[in-house]
């Protein structure tokens, strides 16, 4: 009874995803009503908002790896080069941040995989620019949550 219930649980998230209504167009970037933009240039899904306050690096890996939108499971913390992909000069979106206005960024810093040395990551959407710095420090770090789009 329980695999059934388990197998039931799946298709029904299956039919949710498989439904996701497209809600805006910008260009490369195809927004849907289950909160997720697809860019179709980079074959990268984005979560259309970052985690809305500050998080360590630490936290933002774990936030991202257990981020559940759109229905899907495969979540990660982007890099710093999927980050540079979405900055568009040209472009003053949200915040005045250079990327899609279907995305919303809640502060210029968001966090990235990389790591050297006792270094973390992170990319400013104000100029963009890339960062390193202690990854226990939260001060407007974010993270906006990306899944390979197959």
């Known amino acids: 009874m329980k695999k059934v219930i388990a197998v ?9 995803i498989a439904f996701a209504g497209e809600i805006a167009r910008e260009g490369r970037f195809i927004a ?57 000069r040209s472009i003053i979106g949200n915040n005045d941040f250079h990327l899609t206005t279907m995305i919303t960024l809640t502060a210029s810093c968001s966090w990235a995989t990389e790591t050297r040395r006792s270094a973390a990551a992170y990319f400013h959407f104000g100029n963009g620019s890339r960062h390193l710095t202690d990854p226990s420090n939260n001060i407007n770090g974010r993270v906006l949550p990306v899944r390979s789009f197959k």
């Open 8 to 16: 039931l649980m799946v298709l029904i998230a299956c039919v949710g």
């Open 32 to 88: 849907y009503d289950n909160g997720t933009v697809l860019d179709t240039k980079m074959k990268l899904m984005w979560a259309d908002k970052d985690n809305g306050s500050d998080i360590n690096w630490e936290d933002a890996k774990s936030y991202c790896e257990n981020y559940r939108g759109g229905g899907y499971t495969d979540w990660r913390m982007p890099t710093q080069d999927e980050l540079e992909g979405l900055y568009d």
